[in-house]
């Protein structure tokens, strides 16, 4: 189980943190994920990727937290920081604004739709695997991602610039 | 090709990993197109910027230290409850004749009704929250289950999720639209008619019966029509004169769905 860990809590750090934008929560979450998987164990066939049974359980401990918690639009004072006290020259600057309000747009979205960008462009996975942990096809994904990237880029445009 | 063909092909296109044909087809339209240029131009610019925003990295050693905590507990509580449940039983057995435990358990009774009349009622032990929280979890496990059934790609998975349904005590509003939704969307006769009987249980609800009386005229099965009329019939009793007569008089509708309402508006004696 070690070993397991040592593998995939990154991977899954990065997914529930981009999910939840809070790196307290994302830490907890990741050890929930991995009791689950202890207490689940039997529910994991050898036939299936251990990555998409994971990914299964990662969202199912997500879905528990945003039921608790709510999924409220949460961005870390951290990175309001860095964007408005980043050093340097001004395009810098302006770059770490345009990243802070990319990030917030990255929040408004629809749970489902950043769940999407976040498996895709941060995960790395494929439209396959992406279908399998949601339990669609993979042309289901890709129109399902396009629209995602569409509304993400409509919700960066409505972010204020001063924010 | 169609501008609206693009969209889903954009980041294999940008990836270059489309077949070549395919790549061929993309490359000649753009050439033609330039909202479609600037489609592309503006996905990869979103794609690279995305790429460049960074996420926090983990506190790993203190995270592996938290996670080997947890599984030396969960390793503890299972050793303990082996222990609980395999050895002292046999440990028992061994030295209790069957008189010593008649004897003991008639001891045990006779003090516990000595002890009853005693003490005074006392509030809800510890044990009876941790009991209804146990429950809460469970419910809320079984309506988490029940949605995620529903939206399944696999009909058969949904028409579980709206079984499922029917089992939950008291289901939350979230569960109760879905059925709503099932019943207005599923592209499956089988899942909508089950969904149209699991409704049924909260016919009382003024969302409901009109969720159902609207979602009539976008069936297009008259078997769920007609079990939608039966609905209504069941839920509205004489109210349903106004709905029924409607649906009798609607020409659109489907013979037996009309006869249906027909019967019905007998049936609540007009």
Known sequence: ?163 | MQCSDLGPEMLEYLAGTLPDDRLAEIRAHLAQCQACRDEVDATAELWNELGAAPAPRPESARMRARFDAALQGYIDGQAESRVVSLAAPRHLAIRWQPWVQLSGAAALLVIGIGLGRIVPASPAPQGTSEIALLREELRDTRQMVTLSLLQQQSASERLKGVTTSGQLEQPSAQVVSALLDTLRHDPNVNVRLASVDALRRFNAREAVRKGVVEALPQQESPLVQIAMVDFILEAAGPDARGVLQRLAEDMMLNQAVRARAELGLKQVGL
């Open chain 1, 1 to 163: 189980m070690g070993v397991l860990f040592e593998r995939h809590h990154r991977p899954l750090f990065d997914f529930l943190y981009r999910m939840t934008g809070d790196r307290g929560a994302a830490e907890d979450l990741v050890q929930d994920v991995f009791v689950r998987m202890l207490r689940y164990r039997s529910t994991y066939r050898d036939e299936g990727k251990f990555e998409t049974w994971m990914f299964r359980i990662a969202r199912n401990v997500r879905t528990d937290h945003f039921r608790k918690h709510g999924a409220a639009v949460y961005v870390p004072e951290e990175d309001m920081d860095w964007a408005t006290d980043a050093p340097g020259p001004a395009h810098l600057l302006e770059r770490a604004r345009d990243m802070a309000r990319l990030k917030r747009a990255l929040q408004a979205l629809r749970e489902d739709r950043r769940e999407l960008i976040v498996m895709v462009r941060y995960q790395g996975m494929t439209h396959e695997q992406v279908g399998a942990v949601l339990g669609v096809d993979a042309g289901t994904v890709k129109v399902r991602f396009h629209r995602a990237l569409k509304e993400l880029r409509d919700a960066f445009t409505r972010v204020p610039e001063g924010d």
